[in-house]
């Protein structure tokens, strides 16, 4: 059925934001009062816009279903001649529409003078609230003086020189691929166990002494000690130091097992 | 205490909290009883009226909020790079306006007055603050109840719910009575 509509209402369409919309919309073009509606042609002007919705791919809501069969349902009514007085006690469906029509517009006006409200107050500004905190008192820093600071300034650098991005000691080797064995980081810490019964993980593994890469090995050797049942480890808290304690048994057997000797980390 | 004083005391309250501040809290605050406090703000409100004051105080729903005048907004946007704000969208401000008359409202009746599914808008208005959940309906389902928030009575100029225009619903009645007989 090709609608006269059609074309007309392409870009009308999508305004709609419900069936109501397009209700009223129909009721103001045709200059209609809203309790005084002519059913047959606010019927076949909706019905239109659903057809031309329908040529157009439109998916059509439900919500415009309803209300087309309700408009249906009225103007079939308004068709049949009526046969008895009885039909008087149920309600009009006519009567149910423009009573959600009416409670619609009236919302519908109020959502205008709301958008009103809202321009002629945009204008408006507003403070953040201070951020007064009384309650709590300033941390006191004690025992600050600059000598202390100069002091904890040498120690940031004499710890992380090497970190420091040092121009002068750029470049003066090629480097060389590291190698570090899990098998000897587990041999230098049985080692250390035969001399002491108990060690810290640092006294066998720091940056002092060793690159990362070789106390990342050798925290990973240390946990394979464990494993082994050939060392206990303690550690009270997160981020304490780790304490090693001998199991009494100092020997590597790492011949049947062929994946210890080849790991090259 | 000195009138001038008390005075000074909400003045800078409010301009330190930002937010708005509750009679109750400003009464706590002064030592002065809430009716007496009221009139002092009230009278406070009058002053600012004047053209030499670039500030008003807002009630709003029983607390006060100290902000700039509606028409010195213009001046305070050159201030800063236009950036204007997006209004609320047709069918958020109907929603919105379902809401306010009917809170608290359940999402079915919002539903049944405009004839569309609100699920939308009605997270947007959330997200702007200008609606909340006010609890549960007591009918099946027990589904969540949607009343209006302070930041509502903010953006739109209102005092408080009572400040809402009155609708014409017996109207509706009266007209339906007097339909045409087919």
Not at chain 2, 154 to 167: A, E, N, Q, T, Y
Request: charged content about 30%.
């Amino acid at each position: 059925m090709k609608s006269v509509l059609a074309d007309g209402c392409i870009l009308k369409l999508q305004n709609f934001e419900g069936p109501f919309d397009l209700l009223f919309y129909l009721i103001e073009k045709n200059k209609m009062e809203i309790y005084d509606i002519q059913i047959n042609e606010i019927t076949d002007q909706y019905m239109d816009y659903l057809f031309a919705m329908q040529e157009l791919d439109l998916e059509i809501a439900s919500e415009f279903l309803l209300v087309a069969s309700t408009l249906l349902h009225i103007k079939s009514r308004l068709l049949l001649p009526k046969e008895n007085e009885k039909q008087e006690e149920e309600m009009d469906p006519r009567e149910q529409l423009i009573l959600r029509l009416v409670e619609y517009r009236k919302f519908k006006e109020f959502a205008g003078s709301l958008k009103n409200r809202e321009e002629e107050w945009v204008g408006v500004f507003y403070k953040l609230p201070e951020p007064v905190q009384l309650d709590e008192p300033e941390e006191v820093l004690l025992d600050l003086c600059p000598i202390k600071l100069k002091e904890s300034y040498i120690n940031v650098l004499s710890e992380f020189k090497e970190k420091m991005n040092d121009p002068s000691q750029k470049m003066n080797k090629i480097i060389e691929h590291e190698k570090v064995s899990l098998k000897a980081k587990m041999k230098d810490i049985l080692n250390m166990l035969k001399i002491k019964a108990k060690v810290y993980f640092s006294e066998v593994f720091n940056l002092k002494a060793n690159s990362r890469l070789e106390i990342a090995t050798g925290f990973l050797g240390m946990l394979e000690l464990v494993k082994l049942k050939k060392a206990y480890i303690e550690q009270e808290n997160a981020f304490d130091e780790i304490l090693i304690k001998t199991a009494g048994d100092f020997t590597l057997e790492f011949e049947e097992q062929n994946d210890y000797k080849e790991e090259v980390v | 205490m000195d009138l001038k004083v008390i005075e000074g005391i909400v003045e800078a309250v409010l301009f330190a909290s930002g937010d708005s501040v509750s009679l109750e809290k400003l009464s706590v605050v002064t030592e002065i009883d809430k009716k007496t406090l009221k009139l002092i703000i009230d009278n406070m409100s009058i002053s600012y009226n004047k053209a030499s004051r670039g500030l008003m105080i807002r009630e709003l729903d029983g607390s006060y909020q100290l902000c700039t005048k509606k028409e010195y907004g213009q001046y305070i946007s050159m201030l800063y790079t236009s950036r204007k704000k997006q209004g609320l969208s047709q069918p958020a401000l109907e929603t919105l306006a379902i809401i306010a008359y009917k809170q608290p409202v359940t999402r079915a009746e919002i539903e049944k007055i405009r004839g569309v599914n609100p699920d939308g808008v009605l997270l947007k208005l959330l997200e702007k603050n200008l609606i909340m959940e006010a609890g549960r309906s007591d009918v099946p389902g027990k589904p969540k109840l949607y009343g209006t928030t302070e930041e509502f009575l903010r953006s739109f100029g209102f005092r408080s719910i009572k400040d809402l225009p009155m609708l014409e619903m017996n109207e509706i009645e009266s007209v339906v009575a007097e339909l045409p007989v087919d």
